[in-house]
């Protein structure tokens, strides 16, 4: 694993949660796919156990509902969506998302526009 | 390690999983563990090719899990060391080659368990209603009572593989439940099996009622179904009645021929009055067989009128 590797998944740790709320927010899904929705939308390095991890631990704290779809070929499908508490969360956590990287923006910003000068 | 094979491979990895979350409180354990095979199938499935490739090794898979899910990394120190070493074992135990065998083999047995769980509950019922009966773990296909019991247990073998066939997701509660059925059913099993005894020629020819012992079990050559007494000098005796060493009268097994017991003064048939007046289904009388006389010994010693050999008289 990179220095690269290691930042990235620093990062995406704290805001995992988030972009899974996310996905969900978009369409009910099983763990494997949000994994593939995640990585189809830019987040390549995030971790199947991660996401896995992060869905039973939404799910515990009661923000997802699941239900089992069962398929014709192979495994039986858990799916998760967003219940009240879910919806209520992403829409906490986008807040505080968006003015957390407005702030980091505005940093990052002022450093390249410091650099500029 | 045969990663060929995706099935063994789900099993083998999320047994290390497992093993390397055994730390865990049992109930975050098992609601972080739920459905991780599920999961991991699915990957093989979509992915192709061992998991180890696609997820790196289960130590690292299980410690990913444990930061995302926030379980805390129990300190190896503050743990009571009995209860650490109790773990170590099991993590070994689990992650050993023969553990995934057997582990993997075990569901490969299931509808063998249906069948042999159906034929099970069906001896426990039949042993339930049937006080004082000597049951055999065979039903005697003879009697009525046997083919009632056959029946039951082709009955019962049919609900159970039902049952079984229909079991495969069951919520938590349910699956408690009926784990717990399944040992009663084994247990229970083990008692009746234990209690019940061999399987002898008499019971499985014989009417056995308490009164009539049937006079069929000395006989292993076929059964009896008349008797036909003779006097010491050949003549054929009719009404000899027969009891054995209790006082019981003695029956003889039923034949197709059709037989009409005298009717006692009191209204009662005599049953042990032979031989006994029988007819063939077309109505014919049963006929007395050809039989061979024994030779007796030479007649001065049977006028002793002892059945005893005497010795010659001393002079």
Redesign the interface.
Known sequence: MSQAEVDTTQLLKGVLDLAVLAVLADADSYGYDVVRRLRENGLDHVGDASVYGTLRRLYQAGALNSYVVPSEEGPHRKYYGLNNRGRKTLDQSAQTWASLSKALNHLLNGRSNGHGK | MASNDPASDVATYAASVRAALSDLPSDQAA??L??????L???A??AGGPLTD??GPPEQ??K???????ATQVDPRRQDPALRDLQLARAWLTGSEWYRQVRAFLPELRPAWWVLRGYLAALILTAAFSQGYGIGPIPNPTTKRGLAEILAAGVAIWLSVRIGRRS??LPQGARFLAISTNVVIAFVAVAVLGNMHTFTYSELIGTATPEQQPFTAAFAAGPVTNIYPYSRDGKPLTDVLLFDQDGRPIGVQQSDAQTNYPIGADGKPITNAYPLAQRHLNGDPVVAPRVAFPPWPTPSASTAATPTPSPSPTR
């Open positions: 609601v972080l739920e459905d991780l095979e599920d999961h199938r699915e990957i499935a979509e696609r997820l898979y299980a990913e899990l444990r930061n995302a899910y926030g495969r997701n």
